[in-house]
């Protein structure tokens, strides 16, 4: 069973920083890839980062330049560290880790940007 655990939401004005992470453990075998995804209320959820284990990333051009995803491979954790953020940015934040053979979500963790 994989478990991924997320932290570091809450609420921040704008212009402020956050830094979320989330650590995954279980039967973890093969990773491809982690990254974030939100969702706003009455909106589609989106890819905003990803990062593969090779290194490469992936930022939505929304997020370029504001937002930085890293991982440390031997702990299973990947983070993202927000900064300039904007009310926009306000959503629900999950985890996604992408192993070969399947996808696993986290919980989520809200993010409120507003003064």
């Known amino acids: 069973q994989v478990q991924l655990v997320e932290s570091g939401g809450g609420l921040v004005q704008p212009g402020g920083s956050l830094r979320l992470s989330c650590a995954a453990s279980g039967n973890i075998f093969s990773i491809y890839a982690m990254g974030w995804y939100r969702q706003a209320p009455g909106k589609q959820r989106e890819r905003v980062a990803g990062?593969?284990?090779?290194?490469?990333?992936y930022y939505a051009d929304s997020v370029k330049g504001r937002f930085t995803i890293s991982r440390e491979n031997a702990k299973n954790t990947v983070y993202l560290q927000m900064n300039s953020l904007k009310p926009e940015d306000t959503a629900v934040y999950y985890c996604k880790l992408s192993l070969t053979y399947r996808d696993y979500w986290g919980q989520g963790t809200q993010v409120t940007v507003s003064s």
């Open positions: 990062i593969t284990t090779g290194g490469s990333t």
